[in-house]
């Protein structure tokens, strides 16, 4: 089983173009999370869903929207990139024994 | 709003000797998580504590959650090559919330 599994791994964007991050979970579980990471800022919540059809705001929301498509999908959506949303993106989900997180490998993006 | 500070941001050091990177929360914690990346990698989950004065041991790791569970750390004895990467504290503060410190950087000369 693959775990979490994210796409795209790499994106370079232009200022002001569109794009949606990919996360899929095969663990079954309710809980699904959006971070982003930035030299020597450590990890940053930018949305989650408790469940199924429920989404909520992190600590840095601004610029970004979600979707939790099912139980196994979240998206995180940037509808217009800016220079600033260039990090690297991680989706998470409660790890297999309830206990941690288990992290995808990582979208890295680029807006110039 | 609630913070964990991580100390320090990096360490360098001979590969024998030890390491330990430090949390503090301003607020108690429901418990602490820590984690390792790999340079390139994805953060992989290592260990939880949850109890006031807690100590966990890994091989030459040693986890330790202080009596307030507002602080805690991370012990590295004679550090190896492998041991290379960012260790991450993580806080909980409630039903689905945890806060990452920032990291520490850990690189080692051989």
């Known amino acids: 089983n693959a775990g979490v599994t994210q796409t795209p791994k790499f994106q370079v964007l232009k200022t002001g173009q569109s794009m949606t991050l990919q996360c899929a979970q095969d663990m079954n579980h309710n809980s699904m999370y959006w971070y982003r990471q930035d030299p020597g800022m450590g990890l940053r919540l930018i949305y989650y869903?408790?469940?199924?059809?429920?989404?909520d705001k992190g600590e840095v929301p601004n610029g970004y929207n979600v979707s939790r498509l099912n139980k196994r999908e979240f998206s995180l959506r940037l509808e217009s990139a800016a220079p600033s949303q260039t990090s690297v993106y991680f989706c998470?989900?409660?790890?297999?024994?309830?206990?941690?997180?288990?992290f995808g490998s990582g979208t890295r993006l680029t807006v110039v | 709003g609630q913070q964990v500070m991580q100390i320090p941001q990096y360490q360098h050091v001979q590969e024998g000797e030890d390491f330990t990177t430090y949390c503090n929360s301003s607020t108690t914690l429901s418990n602490i998580q820590w984690y390792k990346q790999r340079p390139g990698g994805h953060p992989v989950f290592l260990i939880q504590l949850v109890k006031s004065g807690e100590v966990k041991k890994q091989k030459r790791l040693t986890f330790q959650f202080g009596e307030a569970k507002k602080n805690s750390s991370l012990h590295i004895t004679a550090t190896q090559t492998t041991d290379v990467g960012t260790y991450f504290c993580?806080?909980?503060?409630?039903?689905?919330?945890?806060?990452f410190g920032q990291g520490t950087r850990l690189t080692i000369n051989p």
């Open positions: 869903s408790a469940s199924e059809g429920t989404t």
């Open positions: 993580a806080g909980g503060m409630g039903a689905q919330k945890l806060v």
């Open positions: 998470a989900t409660p790890g297999r024994t309830f206990y941690g997180y288990t």
